[in-house]
C-alpha cells in the first residue's frame, strides 16, 4: 500500500538518511530550522505499489519562519542500489512550521526503488545541494511487477516551483540581522552589518 521513512526523535544525530553521501546542512537544529519529520509513498487509488502505476509522496516538514526561503526538491530512482536521480518536481511550503508537501509521479520499471527529499534553505535545485540548512532523506520501497516498460509514459508534468526570488527579495528585510544566513540567498546581501536586497543590474 504505502511505505514511510521518518526522523530521528529530538535531533538527527548523524547523517541523514540516505543510499548515497549527501549529508544534511551542519546548522540546522530540528523544528528550528529547515526539517524532513517524515516521508510517506503510496499508490494513488489505494492499491499497491506497481510499475506504471500513479504513485503520491508526501513530505511532513518544518519550514523556517514563513516559508518563503525554503523548497522541497522530490526525486526518484529507479534502481535503489545504484540511483540516477530524476527530478519530480520542487514545492515551496505555503507557510512556515508543519507543513505537508505532496508531488505524484509515475512508478518507472524496478522491484526495488527510492525517492529523495531534499529540503533547502535558498539554493539550486540539486539532489545533494549541501546547503548549511539542508535536510536530506531518502526512502527505499519494494514496487510489484506491472506494465510493459515501454508502455509506461514518461510522468506526469514537475510540480511549478513557486516564484522564489521575488519574495526572497522581501525576505531579506525579515532575516537583516542574520549574517550567516543572508549570505546564503541568491537575493540577499550583507553590507553595514544588515542584511539588504541585491539591486538588480
Excluded at 521518518?6 to 541523514?16: A, D, N
Aim: proline share 7%.
Amino acid at each position: 500500500m504505502g511505505k514511510r521513512a521518518e526522523g530521528f526523535g529530538k535531533v538527527e544525530p548523524y547523517s541523514s538518511n540516505t543510499v548515497t553521501s549527501c549529508d544534511d546542512g551542519p546548522y540546522g537544529d530540528y523544528h528550528n530550522d529547515e526539517s524532513i519529520d517524515k516521508i510517506t509513498v503510496a499508490s494513488v487509488g489505494g492499491q499497491q505499489l506497481q510499475e506504471g502505476g500513479l504513485a503520491q509522496i508526501e513530505a511532513k516538514v518544518y519550514a523556517w519562519r514563513n516559508g518563503v526561503a525554503d523548497t522541497a526538491d522530490f526525486y526518484y530512482a529507479a534502481d535503489a542500489l545504484n540511483p540516477t536521480w530524476n527530478l519530480i518536481g520542487s514545492v515551496v511550503p505555503p507557510g512556515g512550521a508543519d507543513q505537508n508537501l505532496i508531488v505524484e509521479y509515475i512508478l518507472p520499471p524496478g522491484d526495488v526503488q527510492v525517492i529523495r527529499v531534499h529540503f533547502r534553505y535558498s539554493g539550486d535545485v540539486s539532489p545533494c545541494h549541501g546547503g548549511n540548512w539542508d535536510d536530506v532523506d531518502d526512502l527505499v520501497f519494494a514496487v510489484a511487477a506491472g506494465v510493459a516498460a515501454d508502455a509506461i509514459p514518461n510522468g506526469r508534468d514537475p510540480v511549478p516551483v513557486a516564484p522564489v526570488v521575488p519574495l526572497m527579495s522581501e525576505f531579506c528585510k525579515t532575516i537583516e540581522k542574520n549574517e550567516s544566513r543572508c549570505k546564503e540567498t541568491h537575493v540577499c546581501s550583507w553590507k553595514g552589518k544588515k542584511c539588504k536586497p541585491k539591486k538588480s543590474k
